[in-house]
């Protein structure tokens, strides 16, 4: 892991893959969105409205997922002492935050048909909710940093402990009485009809593939500046 930690040489990689991760995940995503609102059928007791499922799961998956890999990386750079681990840290937060509130707001619209009402406070969204402003109160602590692209050890530990709602949020609905539904898909298998079923992976796909992209961007724009702070730096010192 560590062979990568020289910025020349995670560019050199990441600056090819931005776009191949970037231009298929678009083009999943269309093609995605497009298959599941004018080829799948009307759900039998939510007619079209569970479409939203369709953007709505990959933000919710990606929502968790980023949170996730923020307290990996955090974990490193505590650990490890790996120079990169603060840099994709703070690359991930800004879109992981994105895709928590798009999880929210299409939620509150999905339930709002379903439910009679756009928010209820049960687990699952009071979770998110929770989560969505860790991401903020982590953006937060990584900003105060004097240092640009990198995190102070406080933002690191937030980062390993905000990591403990993940499991509440995934949990949530088989712990407490809920008005969102239990989890669809498993470990072992899945209670969605196929033919929500391939739409759904591919619109996961093509969410999973941008969210790679913008974090790769992030990065690369981090390090640029890291690169012009220095310049300036010794120019100041000559």
Known sequence: ????ANPARF??????????????GILLVLGACWWGLTQVPAERLQGHSVKIM?????????????WTGLAIASIVQLVWKHPL????????????????????????????PTWGTWWVW???????LILFFLYLGYIAL???SSEKGSVSRTAAV?????????????????????????????????SIDSAYLWPLFASALGFTLIFGAVVLMRMRAQL??????????????D
């Open 11 to 24: 560019l050199g990689i990441a600056k090819p893959l931005t776009p191949l991760l970037l231009w298929p």
């Open 158 to 190: 937030f980062g390993i402990i905000g990591a403990v709602n993940i499991p509440i949020i995934n949990r949530s609905v088989v712990w407490w009485e809920s008005q969102h539904q239990k989890a669809s898909i498993t470990l072992g298998g899945s």
């Open 85 to 112: 681990a603060g840099v994709s840290a703070r690359a991930i937060a800004v879109p992981g935050a994105l895709f928590a509130a798009l999880c929210l707001i299409t939620g509150s619209i999905w339930g709002r």
């Open 142 to 144: 990584a900003n105060a």
């Open 54 to 66: 369709f953007v709505h799961v990959p933000a919710a998956w990606l929502g968790m997922g980023g």
């Open 1 to 4: 892991m560590h062979r990568f």
């Open 224 to 237: 640029a500046e890291i690169r012009i702070e220095a310049r300036m730096r010794r120019m100041a010192e």
């Open 122 to 128: 049960d687990g699952r969204l009071t979770s998110m």
